[in-house]
């Protein structure tokens, strides 16, 4: 069984920069979906951006123009590279994957244990 992990995650002050890091422990080549996805205190998970079949890529509006999610099949890495950090982005944040390819929260089958990202006003 694949295992992910995240890295990368930290205090960082509103208009900074943070870049996530996912590895995975297998290869990823047999995922169809890979992305990120977020939960705040008291908030439902939710998706910040994913790709499937590797070449589409779905953003949340919230991130649309600030986050940039990458995947490297030879590394077996997705990243996300958050720009323009506001603190609305304070939340844990999951690296998430499955075979089907959807990406909805309760269709992703592989889960990290999440890295915390706080961003100061």
């Known amino acids: 069984q694949v295992q992910l992990v995240e890295s990368g995650g930290g205090l960082v002050q509103a208009g900074g920069s943070l870049r996530l890091s996912c590895a995975a422990s297998g290869s990823i080549f047999s995922f169809n979906a890979m992305g990120w996805y977020r939960q705040a205190p008291g908030k439902q998970r939710e998706l910040v951006a994913a790709i499937t079949h590797g070449i589409s890529i779905n953003y949340s509006d919230s991130v649309k123009g600030r986050f940039t999610i990458s995947r490297d099949n030879a590394k077996n890495t997705v990243d996300l590279q958050m720009n323009s950090l506001k603190p609305e982005d304070t939340a844990v944040y999951y690296c998430?994957?499955?075979?089907?390819?959807?990406?909805?929260?309760?269709?992703?089958?592989?889960w990290g244990k999440g890295t915390l990202v706080t961003v100061s006003s």
């Open positions: 998430a994957a499955n075979s089907g390819g959807s990406i909805l929260v309760r269709s992703m089958d592989y």
